[in-house]
C-alpha cells in the first residue's frame, strides 16, 4: 500500500484562504491556547508539538500551553477535545491511531475522528524503525523472525500505545510473517523505549525485546548502541539511517510490499469557526517553511506536513479506510 504525496500549499495560497474570515481572525486569539498532545513529553509528537508552539507563541503574542495527556493511546485526550468548546482555545495534536485507527479498534469509541474535529493541518510524518535489544540474537529482520518463529508466544514487543502505527505495523508482520509475538502497550515513545533497552516489562509478560517507533525516540540510543534497529518501514531507506534495510528488502517474499508511515495532525472541535481554522493553517504552513524548524525536524528525524484543512480530512479519510482493513484482517482490537 503506497502513502499518497503530501501536497504542501505555499504560504501565499493559505493567506488567501484565511483572508476570507479577517475580521474574525483577526481579533482571535485574545489568551492563551491549550494544545492537547496525545503523547508524554520527550516523544516526537511532543517534539512537534513544542516547537510550532514556540512559533505560535510569537506569532500570535498570546501563550501556547503544551498539555500532555497519552492515556489510552490518545484517545482520552482526544475525547476532551471533541467535547471542548469550538472558539479556538483548545486544540488536539494526535497522531494515526486516535485520529483515523481508533474507530476500527474500540467499540465504543466516545468520538468519531471524521465528524468530532475540524481538521487544522498535517504538521509531520516519518516511518517507523524496528530496534530490539542488544541482546536478542539476531542482527537483521529474517533473523530476528526465524527466533520468534522458533520460540512461538515467547516473545514480548513494546507499542507507543494501542492503535498507534507502533502497534499495528508489528501486528502486520506477525501475520504476513507468520510469526507468534506478544503487545505490551505503553502510554507513549519515550516509557516503551525505556522498557525496550531494560528488556523488562515489569510484570507477568517478561522481557520485551522489539519495538517499532518513531526514529526521533530512538535515533541517540541506536547510535550509542543501546538498541539495535534492524528496519524501516518506509517504502525506502530512511536517510538518518542508510545502513538499515527496510522490511521490503528482508527477503521475506510475503513483506515485498510492506510500507506503514507515521503522521500527526492538528485538529480543533467540530464547528471551529472556519476562519480560526485557516488562520491557524496558513500560519503553521509558514512556521513548517521556517529553516530553523525544518532543520529541528530534520536532525530528529521527522519530515515537515504542510498543505490545506481539506487536503487533511481527505487524508483522514485515506487512513482510516486504509488502516481499518489491516485491522480486520490482522484481527487486532482494544476492547
Keep these: 500500500m503506497k502513502i499518497i504525496p503530501i501536497l504542501i500549499l505555499t504560504f501565499n495560497s493559505c493567506v488567501m484562504q484565511a483572508s476570507a474570515g479577517l475580521p474574525q481572525s483577526q481579533t482571535w ?10 503523547a508524554p513529553p ?43 468548546k469550538a472558539d479556538g482555545y483548545t486544540l488536539y495534536m494526535g497522531f494515526n491511531g486516535p485520529l483515523a485507527n481508533a474507530p476500527a479498534l474500540y467499540k465504543n469509541l466516545p468520538y468519531d475522528p471524521r465528524h468530532d474535529f475540524s481538521p487544522v493541518i498535517l504538521t509531520a510524518r516519518q516511518p517507523n524503525v524496528l530496534v530490539i535489544n542488544p541482546s536478542v540474537p539476531a542482527n537483521n529482520l529474517k533473523q530476528f523472525l526465524a527466533l520468534a518463529k522458533s520460540q ?10 494501542n492503535g498507534s502505527v507502533s502497534h499495528l505495523s508489528m501486528e502486520l508482520l506477525k501475520r504476513e510473517a507468520m510469526i507468534d509475538i506478544t503487545h505490551v502497550p505503553f502510554n507513549g ?15 507477568a509478560n517478561g522481557d ?35 545502513d538499515v534495510p527496510t522490511v521490503a528488502e528482508s527477503g521475506v517474499t ?28 496558513a500560519e503553521i504552513n509558514a512556521i513548517l517553511l521556517d529553516t530553523d524548524v525544518k532543520k529541528k525536524f530534520t536532525n530528529a528525524g521527522i519530515e515537515v506536513g504542510g498543505g490545506t484543512a481539506e487536503w487533511l480530512r481527505d487524508w483522514m479519510t485515506a487512513e482510516a479506510v486504509k488502516w481499518g ?11
Design 208 to 242: 520485551i525485546q522489539a519495538i517499532f517507533t518513531a526514529p526521533s525516540n530512538v535515533l541517540a540510543q541506536i547510535k550509542a548502541g543501546k538498541l539495535k534497529a534492524i528496519a524501516v518501514t518506509s517504502a525506502q531507506r530512511f536517510a538518518l539511517l542508510p
Design 42 to 84: 520527550g516523544s516526537s509528537v511532543d517534539i512537534v508539538s513544542r516547537l510550532i508552539a514556540d512559533k505560535l507563541k510569537d506569532r500570535f503574542q498570546q501563550a501556547i500551553i503544551v498539555d500532555n495527556k497519552p492515556a489510552a493511546g490518545g484517545t482520552v485526550a482526544a475525547t476532551e477535545v471533541a467535547k471542548a
Design 189 to 203: 515513545g519515550p516509557p516503551a523505549v525505556q522498557a525496550v533497552m531494560a528488556g523488562d516489562a515489569g510484570g
Design 254 to 281: 510475503a513483506l515485498a510490499s510492506f510500507e506503514a508511515i507515521s503522521w500527526n495532525a492538528l485538529v480543533a472541535p467540530r464547528d471551529t469557526p472556519p476562519a480560526i481554522v485557516a488562520r491557524l493553517n
Design 29 to 38: 486569539p485574545q489568551k492563551p491556547i491549550r494544545i492537547v498532545v496525545a
Design 152 to 161: 512461538p508466544g515467547k516473545l514480548n514487543y513494546a507499542s507507543v500505545g
Design 325 to 335: 482493513a489491516i485491522i480486520r484482517l490482522t484481527g487486532a482490537s482494544i476492547d
